[in-house]
T-cell receptor, first 112, second 111 residues
Framework: KAGVTQTPRYLIKTRGQQVTLSCSPI?????VSWYQQTPGQGLQFLFE???????NKGNFPGRFSGRQFSNSRSEMNVSTLELGDSALYLC???????????FGPGTRLLVL | GDSVTQMEGPVTLSEEAFLTINCTYT??????LFWYVQYPGEGLQLLLK?????DKGSNKGFEATYRKETTSFHLEKGSVQVSDSAVYFC??????????FGQGTELSVKP
């Protein structure tokens, strides 16, 4: 079974721009979660989607948003990029809420 | 709030040495506990998990036992290899449905 895939793997943007990251979960998984990983803050939970609805949200500003499609694929959007948004963004999928999460390789975003 | 505390790294060991990475947690109820591993330039891989007290998770020679009395989930391996060099994350799934991670412990194994 194919694992979680994320595109693109690397991205360079400038301040003020917006970015959209994509995540395809493991086949049959209906829950998708997003995390931000930085050297200073570690791994922080952004949000979780299940059945196209946001079920849980971390402590991030409204510039960070996401959505999930009927095929369980998910996208994450960051608007008005700031330098501090430079990070590895990880997506994880699970069969349903509360089940073991399996991570993708991440998208490394650099904001200049 | 719920939290996970891991021993600080980096941890440097010689090949075939015994490994222990300490992990303690604070949480309401009885959370599921996990160890994930991250190799350079990659995402997180699930290493092992335990869902209730006294459960022992094991995989690839690594083990961890869910100790409710001491709120701990220490990772151990009897004989490490150079290929085990990575960052190890302890995590818990809390009642609010969030996966909470420790800060990570970097392990470096020298030949």
């Amino acid at each position: 079974k194919a694992g979680v895939t994320q595109t693109p793997r690397y991205l360079i943007k400038t301040r003020g721009q917006q970015v959209t990251l994509s995540c395809s979960p493991i086949s049959g998984h209906r829950s998708v979660s997003w995390y931000q990983q930085t050297p200073g803050q570690g791994l922080q939970f952004l949000f979780e989607y299940f059945s196209e609805t946001q079920r849980n949200k971390g402590n991030f500003p409204g510039r960070f948003s996401g959505r999930q499609f009927s095929n369980s694929r998910s996208e994450m959007n960051v608007s008005t990029l700031e330098l501090g948004d430079s990070a590895l963004y990880l997506c994880a999928s699970s069969l349903s809420q509360g089940k073991t999460q399996y991570f993708g390789p991440g998208t490394r975003l650099l904001v200049l | 709030g719920d939290s996970v505390t891991q021993m600080e790294g980096p941890v440097t060991l010689s090949e075939e040495a015994f490994l222990t990475i300490n992990c303690t947690y604070t949480a309401t109820g009885y959370p599921s506990l996990f160890w994930y591993v991250q190799y350079p330039g990659e995402g997180l891989q699930l290493l092992l998990k335990a869902t209730k007290a006294d459960d022992k998770g094991s995989n690839k020679g690594f083990e961890a036992t869910y100790r409710k009395e001491t709120t701990s989930f220490h990772l151990e391996k009897g004989s490490v290899q150079v290929s085990d060099s990575a960052v190890y994350f302890c995590a818990l799934y809390n009642q609010g449905g969030k996966l909470i991670f420790g800060q990570g412990t970097e392990l470096s194994v020298k030949p």
